[in-house]
C-alpha cells in the first residue's frame, strides 16, 4: 500500500467522524447542526471515489464542494443567528 493510499483511507476514516460526530450532535442538540452531516456524507462519497482513477477528476470536484460547503455555512450561520 502506497501513501497515497493510506492518506485516502485515513482521510475516509475522518469524513465518517464528521458524519457520527454531526449524527450525534444533531440528535442530541439540535437539527441546525445537519448540514456538516450533509458535507461529512459528501465528503466521504469524494474520499472514497478517489482510490482509483478517480483522483483527476476530484480536483475538479473540490471546487463544487467549496461552494456547497460555504452556502451550506451561510446558511447555517443565517438559521442559528436569526431572530425569534
Do not use: Q, W
Not at 19 to 31: D, E, N, R, W
Not at 66 to 78: D, E, G, M
Request: charged share 10%; with cysteine.
Amino acid at each position: 500500500m502506497n501513501s497515497e493510499d493510506v492518506i485516502v483511507y485515513l482521510t475516509l476514516l475522518v469524513a465518517i467522524g464528521i458524519i457520527v460526530v454531526g449524527l450525534l450532535a444533531t440528535f442530541l442538540h439540535s437539527t441546525i447542526l445537519l448540514p456538516i452531516v450533509i458535507i461529512g456524507i459528501i465528503l466521504a462519497i469524494f474520499v472514497f471515489l478517489a482510490r482509483g482513477n478517480f483522483s483527476h477528476k476530484i480536483e475538479s470536484i473540490e471546487k463544487i464542494c467549496f461552494v456547497i460547503t460555504f452556502l451550506a455555512i451561510i446558511c447555517s450561520f443565517i438559521l442559528l443567528y436569526k431572530p425569534m
